[in-house]
């Protein structure tokens, strides 16, 4: 009996200890702000409002609230003001983990700029109310998004990046906490836009995903890179980040700090031209990433300057930055970056090259088509010790030694204005990159139709950034994080005031009500358009072909345009799909990602699928087709992706699951989409195409259940 008693004791103080170390604290998240914080003008708002997208996005150990208002601005002249909302008051009952603070866009609703000169004094008192609870809140401010209206009345984009946002830059700085740049992301954004002023859902799925990468940032518990610069230095502020200024080796020299250093310690080394075009660099600040600077201008990338950057870079070591670095070089930057990865490619993660010199004979030689510098020819000279007869015939810059930069392994990104006439890129980039790609090596390059040398950069750097973050490990793989899709428009195929959600439920009901279900085509609006039986779903060219080849069988449609493999994988996990035990389950998926992700980071997505489908759904058999034939032509971005997709889930083939290659019927012998069957858009079936794929399609399912 005693033994009995002993062991139910023994049994109970482990269920409790273990409950106590899996137990996981609710992390709290309160997003404070105005209209689109609260989710002016969206469908479904309680849905897709981006702090509800966000709790999709983070899950059950996390607890967002949205305390948005519409009409709230910082300053409380008036009863509007934010600080005089119910919201704001509640907002601190909670005791907030995190705070996200979306203000300063209603400001934009007075013409008078001296409106909002004590902007930073009531927007302070926010933050400060917040700084002052208990919980010692995380608080991340943001800058405004930008607008698009061409209205004299109101404030434009010149007044909110001149004006707002260096305000809020201020008290960042001073206040040592978090920034984060919505501008910049959103600057070519204007589709995105419901009233040229408020974000639609889709713009609050692009802020919910930046959000969940700052908070899933896992950062360093304490960077001592400051302490250890024991040079003389100088701190201000690089857009309300840490900056220190010092003299090593008698040149001047810069390191920016994140307010949360990731761990590893990344960092980005500009070359040229601080501070020039910052919104890369402030987007990696906010990803947890230092930038460094080292002046060797102007010496052309020669030996001296190489030897100055080995010993910065060791310097760089002994402050703890990490081993591999990524190189940012603009114009002449380009020089100094491609010479000194010349001779140490082992400490490079990647290189960012923006409008990049390659050849110094084009500039500043002027020996091509540009004009080239007469006074930075005589300096390039006098660096390298050159007449100009030798200086005529130099072959040792970055163009020439392009097989040698390729074998260094690592990426490089450039991205050029095809109008640049100080760097003709016809001299430069062009040539340089038919080299490295001849002799292996990965290159990747963005033209800027009509743009000339200026401006540098990308206004929303988002496809530089992430370039970066892949190269250095530390790009978030949305793919394979089950989320809805905040989609609404009927563009998208659907019956007007209809949305994502609609579609959702709509196919959940004919999931339940099918007794003896043969099939479930699943996937995006390809798959949408073979029609079925959805009520709302207005575009089904698909439909005569499919009803025809799969009379026989009892099946339904659950394509939903725009999904993602992260929107298959919630479905599966919120709907009716392992309770309608169809016999087969054709799966294709994966086009749609190709706007953001890799084809790894698709093929990834599409595997998460199949495991689930494999753990829930054993006895389904599964038709893999992964994403359809895209992209109109062979060296097209999409065909890329889906040659590289295809690649990768070929192998996925078990018990459960054939997969059927379609590429040989759609892409023709020279490797151009076949438009006899997709639209100009390089994506979609026509009629015909519907039509061949039933019937590929019958032939397979066929195969697949006999």
């Not at 390729?406 to 640049?420: F, I, N, R, S, T």
């Not at 998208?492 to 339940?512: F, M, P, S, Y």
Request: glycine share 8%; with cysteine.
């Amino acid at each position: 009996m005693n033994k009995v008693y002993i062991k139910i004791n023994f049994l109970l103080i482990g269920i409790i200890f273990c409950g106590s170390i899996f137990a996981q604290k609710i992390v709290n998240i309160a997003c404070i702000g105005n209209g689109v914080t609260y989710g002016l003008g969206f469908e479904n708002r309680e849905k897709n409002n981006f702090p509800q997208q966000l709790q999709y996005l983070l899950g059950a150990n996390y607890k967002v609230t949205n305390f948005g208002v519409v009409n709230a601005p910082v300053l409380s002249n008036g009863l509007n003001g934010y600080t005089q909302t119910a919201a704001f008051k509640k907002s601190h009952t909670i005791n907030p983990d995190i705070v996200f603070v979306e203000l300063g866009l209603d400001e934009i609703k007075s013409s008078d700029t001296a409106f909002i000169s004590n902007f930073t004094n009531t927007l302070e008192g926010i933050v400060q109310s917040y700084a002052n609870l208990s919980a010692r809140p995380r608080i991340v401010l943001f800058l405004p998004l930008p607008i698009f209206l061409n209205d004299s009345s109101l404030l434009n984009n010149s007044v909110i990046k001149n004006k707002i946002i260096p305000k809020i830059q201020k008290i960042a700085f001073e206040k040592n906490i978090e920034v984060l740049d919505l501008f910049s992301m959103f600057i070519d954004k204007q589709d995105l836009f419901l009233d040229k002023i408020h974000p639609s859902s889709l713009g609050g799925t692009l802020i919910s995903k930046r959000l969940y990468e700052l908070v899933k940032l896992d950062p360093v518990k304490r960077s001592p890179v400051f302490e250890k610069i024991k040079e003389q230095k100088v701190i201000s502020s690089f857009y309300g980040y840490l900056c220190a200024d010092f003299t090593f080796k008698n040149r001047n020299c810069k390191v920016v700090s994140p307010k949360r250093v990731a761990k590893g310690q990344p960092w980005v080394w500009r070359a040229r031209f601080w501070g020039h075009e910052p919104q890369t660099d402030i987007a990696l600040l906010e990803r947890g990433f230092h930038i460094a600077y080292m002046d060797v201008a102007e010496m052309y990338g020669n030996d001296e300057s190489v030897k100055l950057w080995n010993q910065f870079y060791d310097y760089m070591q002994i402050i703890g930055m990490s081993k591999k670095v990524v190189l940012e070089g603009m114009s002449r930057g380009g020089i100094y970056a491609y010479n000194w990865a010349l001779q140490n490619p082992t400490k490079l993660a990647a290189v960012y090259a923006d409008a990049p010199v390659l050849d110094m004979k084009s500039w500043p030689g002027g020996l091509g088509k540009g004009p080239g510098s007469k006074d930075d020819w005589s300096i390039f000279k006098n660096d390298f010790n050159l007449t100009e007869e030798q200086a005529k015939i130099f072959k040792n810059s970055p163009l020439d030694n392009a097989e040698l930069i390729a074998k260094g392994g690592y990426p490089m990104l450039h991205v050029v204005g095809d109008a640049d006439e100080v760097v003709p890129v016809d001299e430069n980039t062009n040539p340089f990159e038919v080299r490295i790609k001849s002799a292996g090596g990965d290159i990747t390059v963005i033209h800027k139709k009509g743009i000339g040398h200026h401006p540098h950069s990308l206004a929303n750097p988002t496809p530089i950034v992430d370039f970066i973050l892949k190269s250095t490990g530390y790009k978030t793989k949305f793919s394979i994080i089950p989320t809805p899709s905040a989609e609404y428009r009927s563009a998208a195929g659907w019956k007007e005031g209809t949305d994502w959600w609609v579609q959702h439920e709509e196919i959940n009901q004919l999931l339940k009500v099918e007794k003896k279900l043969d099939i479930i085509f699943l996937g995006n609006s390809i798959t949408q358009g073979i029609g079925g039986n959805r009520p709302s779903v207005t575009y089904k060219a698909g439909k005569p072909y499919f009803e025809k080849a799969f009379n026989e069988f009892h099946w339904v449609v659950a394509g939903i345009s725009g999904d993602r493999t992260q929107h298959i994988l919630w479905r599966l996990q919120n709907g009716n799909y392992a309770s309608s035990k169809p016999k087969l389950l054709v799966l294709t998926i994966g086009v749609n990602n190709f706007n953001e992700d890799s084809g790894e980071e698709t093929a990834d997505g599409i595997k998460l699928i199949l495991d689930w489908l494999q753990a829930n759904m054993p006895e389904t058999k599964v038709l893999l087709i992964g994403p359809l034939p895209t992209g109109l032509h062979p060296n097209s971005s999409n065909r890329i992706k889906y040659d590289m997709v295809h690649s990768i889930i070929k192998n996925y083939t078990s018990a459960q699951v054939t997969y059927l290659p379609l590429t040989k019927y759609f892409i023709k012998q020279d490797g151009e989409l076949d438009t006899n069957y997709c639209s100009g858009d390089g994506i979609h079936l026509i009629e015909p195409g519907y039509e061949l794929w039933a019937r590929l399609l019958k032939e397979a399912v066929g195969k697949v259940l006999k």
